[in-house]
C-alpha cells in the first residue's frame, strides 16, 4: 500500500564485546531500563511491517481501538494511548486523510466524537494484524505462550 521507501529493519542485537562490558552494569537488571529497551526492540521490529500498510506504531495502535466496537472518543485515545488530546487529533487526522477512520457522532454525548474505522480501515488493520503476528524474528517468539501470557498480564497489572 505505502509508496514511500520502505523502512530497514533495524539490528536491535548487542555485539558479544558490548554485552560482556556492560552486562554487569545496574541498567542490565533495572524494570525501567528493560522495559524502555524492549518497547524499543519491539517497534523496530515491526515498523519495516508496519510501514507497507502506510502505519507506524502510533497509527497502528490508534485505528486497533477505532475498530473497537466501543468506539474511542479523542480523550478517551490520548488516555489509553498516554498521549495530549492534540497529539491523539493528529494521529485521527493522518488516518481520516487515508481514509481509514471516520468521525461520528458520540450517541453518549451530542457534542461529542467518536472515532471509528472504516471498512477499509478494518480490513487495513486485519492486514497488518496478521502481518505482526507472522512477522520473523519477533521477539517475543523466544516466550513460550504461557510465558508471553504471564507478561501480558504483568505488563497489564503495570500499565493499567
Keep these: 500500500m505505502s509508496t514511500n521507501k520502505p523502512i530497514e529493519s533495524r539490528d536491535t542485537s548487542i555485539d558479544e564485546v558490548t554485552f560482556a562490558r556492560f552486562s554487569g552494569h545496574y541498567l542490565f537488571s533495572d524494570s525501567d531500563f528493560l522495559l524502555a529497551r524492549a518497547r524499543a526492540v519491539t ?5 519495516p511491517y508496519l510501514s507497507e500498510f502506510s502505519l507506524n506504531t502510533g497509527t ?7 475498530c473497537a466496537e466501543s468506539s474511542p472518543t479523542i480523550n478517551e485515545l490520548s488516555q489509553i494511548l498516554l498521549i495530549s488530546d492534540a497529539e491523539a487529533e493528529l494521529l485521527v487526522d493522518e488516518l481520516e486523510r ?9 450517541a453518549r454525548n451530542k457534542n461529542g466524537v467518536v472515532v471509528t474505522a472504516t471498512p477499509q480501515g478494518e480490513d487495513l488493520f486485519a492486514k497488518a494484524r496478521e502481518t505482526l503476528t507472522t512477522m520473523e524474528h519477533d521477539p517475543l517468539q ?8 504471564q507478561l501480558a498480564d504483568l505488563l497489564g497489572r503495570i500499565a493499567f
Design 43 to 47: 517497534a523496530a521490529r515491526a515498523m
Design 60 to 66: 497502528y495502535f490508534l485505528l486497533a481501538l477505532a
Design 98 to 106: 487515508l481514509f481509514l477512520i471516520a468521525r461520528r457522532p458520540d
Design 142 to 149: 523466544q516466550l513460550s505462550l504461557a510465558e508471553r501470557k
